[in-house]
């Protein structure tokens, strides 16, 4: 699955796909607990969303001291609709 190894290259460093804290958080269920829509927008600028007064995001930058980077490839949308299909099956 494309998600899938997108997910090994991209963001394993740093999120579990399970419930258990890294870098960032745990993934699993993440597509649950936030709209696609929201999770869009992350992807494609975190920074934009953490420099917001976006309420998710304040409440991340509270809970990990690291930012989350930019990611280049998440600014292609077919790269973005296959991470988000993967994060769905988490
Ligand atoms: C260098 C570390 C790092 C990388 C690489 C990274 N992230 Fe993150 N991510 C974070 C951190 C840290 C947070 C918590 C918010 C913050 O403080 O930036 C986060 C938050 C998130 C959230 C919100 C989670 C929630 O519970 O609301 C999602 C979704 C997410 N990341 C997805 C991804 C995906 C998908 C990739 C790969 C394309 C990725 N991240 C790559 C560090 C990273």
């Known amino acids: 699955m494309l998600g899938e190894e997108l ?3 991209k963001c ?3 999120h579990k796909t399970t419930e258990q804290v890294l870098i960032g958080p745990g993934l699993k269920d993440v597509t649950k607990r936030r709209s696609i829509e929201w ?3 992350w992807l494609i600028d975190p920074k934009k969303i953490l420099n917001s007064d976006d309420p998710i995001a304040q409440e ?3 809970n990990f001291k690291r930012d989350m980077p930019k990611i280049p490839e ?3 949308d077919e790269n973005r609709k ?3 299909e993967y ?3 988490l």
């Open 39 to 41: 999770i869009e927008k």
């Open 82 to 84: 296959d991470i988000i």
């Open 74 to 76: 998440m600014s292609i």
């Open 60 to 62: 991340l930058k509270k």
């Open 12 to 14: 394993r460093q740093c």
């Open 7 to 9: 997910f090994k290259k």
């Open 87 to 89: 994060l769905k099956t």
